[in-house]
């Protein structure tokens, strides 16, 4: 009868027990902003389509180099890196917070031997005891569900952080990746005019000779080459930027990928016809808007567990021990329980819920402002896309007409027609068309991949 009585007891601690480790979570928090129905950057413009976050959208850029940078920066990127382990710190957290919903066992031991005096009748005596205890706070208020609760959403937070993380990574990856080829072509395109203004000096030092030019001409030629020597050497400055940063960025040392981004490349053209999500999709994928949800989920289950401090702590304990003393020995134990409620504290628990409560409100204040931002962010990215687009279009009219300028000016400067100066000024237009037509081409790539990273793509492998 003692063992099913001991038994029972044993399977409703169990079952107990069990019931109090099953922690519900904060569901999730509705922000009360309103996501629109569609882009406003995208009412008016042809070939925009919706879809679903693309998480490869890299992919789109058909670049096997872009492709096998990616990998390693997933792989070795030490920021990425210190991100996971903020995650593993706050699942430890959790662990933490969680064992409190269980009993604590813990044994004790320790042997002596001596004179006590008085206590061992001033003779020389052996003590040691061995004792087994346990404690365990039933939390029948949920104070330490709550405090579990709060902990499991935090791992949700630090898990969208370390996806924010990675969604800033391959954004800024391509960003640079698109830098450098974009000097690297810049740095071609001044070299190619630097060879064409060095023939009109040559051509010119040759009328100098024959009387048809003059020193004027001769030093105003000079002068154009002297100027575009110039140009290369900050743009080389810049190419070993990109190149040092993507490095970083795989978590190498610099010139650890030179054989691979020193080689010229050149970029595929682009396809004009971007997918994008809803708005209501986006915010749902943001990293940086989950996170901010979650931490405000985070601080509801605080203010939980600043709530429940002021509702009784009820506490069973348990002892059983060995104890030997020359020549006597026992075997002690105990079984209670204890209470504890508060009653006067000046003010200091209360103190705490106000805490908490201001937590949350600016918990929730900050979320509704990453979902503003969030919204801001893809607009603001998506109009310069599209814009961007548009201004391509026009220098890419713009480089033709002046090539063909160039043409024509040094033709007819070789029969007599125009001046050296109308050489010169259709030369430098040529180069200064085909560099903004150039930072165009950059500027459609790296707002691009801005798009996509303001959706929330690259977060889920």
């Given at each position: 009868?003692?063992?099913?009585?001991h038994?029972?007891?044993?399977?409703?601690?169990?079952t107990?027990?069990?019931?109090?480790?099953?922690?519900?979570?904060?569901?999730?928090?509705?922000s009360?902003?309103?996501a629109?129905?569609?882009?406003?950057?995208?009412?008016?413009?042809?070939?925009?389509q919706a879809?679903e976050?693309?998480?490869?959208?890299w992919?789109?850029?058909?670049?096997?180099?872009?492709n096998?940078?990616?990998?390693?920066?997933?792989?070795?990127?030490?920021?990425?890196?210190?991100?996971?382990?903020?995650?593993?710190?706050?699942?430890?957290?959790?662990?933490?917070?969680?064992?409190?919903?269980?009993?604590?066992?813990?044994?004790?031991?320790?042997?002596?031997?001596?004179?006590?005096?008085?206590?061992?009748?001033?003779?020389?005596?052996?003590?040691?005891?061995?004792?087994?205890?346990?404690?365990?706070?039933?939390?029948?208020?949920?104070?330490?569900?709550?405090?579990?609760?709060?902990?499991a959403?935090?791992?949700?937070?630090?898990?969208?952080?370390?996806?924010?993380?990675?969604?800033?990574?391959?954004?800024?990856?391509?960003?640079?990746?698109?830098d450098?080829?974009?000097?690297?072509?810049q740095?071609?395109?001044?070299r190619?005019n630097?060879?064409?203004?060095q023939?009109?000096?040559r051509?010119?030092?040759?009328?100098l000779?024959?009387?048809?030019?003059?020193?004027f001409?001769?030093?105003?030629?000079?002068?154009?080459?002297?100027?575009?020597?110039?140009?290369?050497?900050?743009?080389?400055?810049a190419?070993?930027?990109?190149?040092?940063?993507?490095?970083?960025?795989?978590?190498?040392?610099?010139g650890?990928?030179?054989?691979?981004?020193g080689?010229?490349?050149?970029?595929k053209?682009?396809?004009?016809?971007i997918?994008?999500a809803?708005?209501a999709?986006?915010?749902a994928?943001?990293?940086?808007?989950?996170?901010?949800?979650?931490?405000?989920?985070?601080?509801?289950?605080?203010?939980?567990v600043?709530t429940?401090?002021?509702?009784?702590?009820i506490?069973?304990?348990?002892?059983?021990?060995?104890?030997?003393?020359?020549?006597?020995s026992s075997?002690?134990?105990?079984?209670?329980?204890?209470?504890?409620?508060?009653?006067?504290?000046?003010?200091?628990?209360?103190?705490?819920?106000?805490?908490?409560?201001a937590?949350?409100?600016?918990?929730?204040l900050?979320?509704?402002q990453?979902v503003?931002?969030a919204?801001?962010?893809?607009?603001?990215?998506?109009?310069a896309?599209?814009?961007?687009?548009q201004r391509?279009?026009?220098?890419?009219?713009?480089?033709?007409?002046n090539?063909?300028?160039?043409?024509?000016a040094?033709?007819?400067?070789?029969?007599?027609?125009?001046?050296?100066?109308?050489?010169?000024?259709?030369?430098?237009?040529?180069?200064?068309?085909?560099?903004?037509?150039?930072?165009?081409?950059?500027?459609?790539?790296?707002?691009?991949?801005?798009?996509?990273?303001?959706?929330?793509?690259?977060?889920?492998?």
């Amino acid at each position: 009868m003692s063992n099913r009585k001991h038994l029972a007891s044993l399977l409703a601690l169990l079952t107990t027990t069990m019931l109090a480790a099953c922690v519900d979570v904060p569901g999730p928090q509705e922000s009360q902003i309103a996501a629109p129905d569609f882009w406003n950057s995208t009412k008016s413009v042809q070939g925009v389509q919706a879809t679903e976050i693309d998480q490869s959208w890299w992919a789109h850029f058909d670049d096997p180099v872009l492709n096998g940078l990616v990998s390693e920066a997933l792989e070795n990127n030490k920021n990425l890196q210190i991100a996971q382990q903020r995650v593993a710190a706050a699942r430890a957290d959790r662990e933490f917070a969680r064992s409190a919903l269980f009993p604590q066992l813990n044994a004790t031991a320790d042997a002596s031997r001596g004179n006590q005096g008085y206590y061992s009748g001033n003779k020389t005596v052996g003590l040691a005891d061995a004792n087994l205890s346990a404690s365990w706070e039933l939390d029948l208020f949920g104070r330490n569900q709550a405090a579990t609760a709060q902990a499991a959403a935090l791992i949700a937070a630090a898990e969208a952080d370390r996806d924010a993380v990675r969604v800033g990574l391959l954004a800024e990856l391509a960003r640079n990746y698109f830098d450098l080829r974009h000097d690297q072509r810049q740095i071609a395109l001044t070299r190619q005019n630097l060879a064409t203004q060095q023939d009109t000096l040559r051509v010119t030092r040759v009328q100098l000779q024959g009387a048809i030019a003059s020193e004027f001409d001769v030093q105003r030629a000079a002068a154009q080459v002297s100027t575009t020597e110039a140009l290369i050497p900050s743009l080389q400055s810049a190419e070993d930027a990109a190149r040092n940063r993507i490095t970083s960025l795989l978590g190498l040392k610099p010139g650890s990928k030179d054989a691979v981004l020193g080689q010229d490349a050149v970029l595929k053209p682009l396809d004009q016809h971007i997918l994008i999500a809803a708005p209501a999709v986006v915010i749902a994928a943001r990293p940086d808007v989950r996170a901010a949800e979650r931490r405000f989920a985070a601080s509801i289950s605080a203010k939980d567990v600043a709530t429940r401090a002021l509702l009784p702590d009820i506490s069973l304990t348990a002892l059983f021990g060995q104890q030997t003393a020359t020549p006597f020995s026992s075997t002690p134990f105990s079984v209670g329980g204890s209470l504890v409620l508060p009653i006067l504290n000046f003010g200091r628990l209360e103190s705490r819920i106000d805490a908490a409560d201001a937590q949350q409100k600016q918990a929730f204040l900050t979320y509704q402002q990453i979902v503003l931002e969030a919204l801001e962010n893809m607009e603001n990215v998506l109009s310069a896309y599209l814009h961007e687009a548009q201004r391509n279009a026009a220098l890419t009219s713009a480089e033709a007409q002046n090539r063909k300028a160039v043409d024509l000016a040094r033709r007819q400067y070789s029969a007599g027609y125009v001046s050296l100066l109308d050489v010169l000024v259709a030369e430098r237009s040529l180069l200064d068309a085909q560099s903004a037509k150039t930072g165009s081409d950059l500027a459609m790539r790296v707002d691009l991949a801005n798009v996509y990273a303001a959706a929330g793509g690259g977060w889920r492998e």
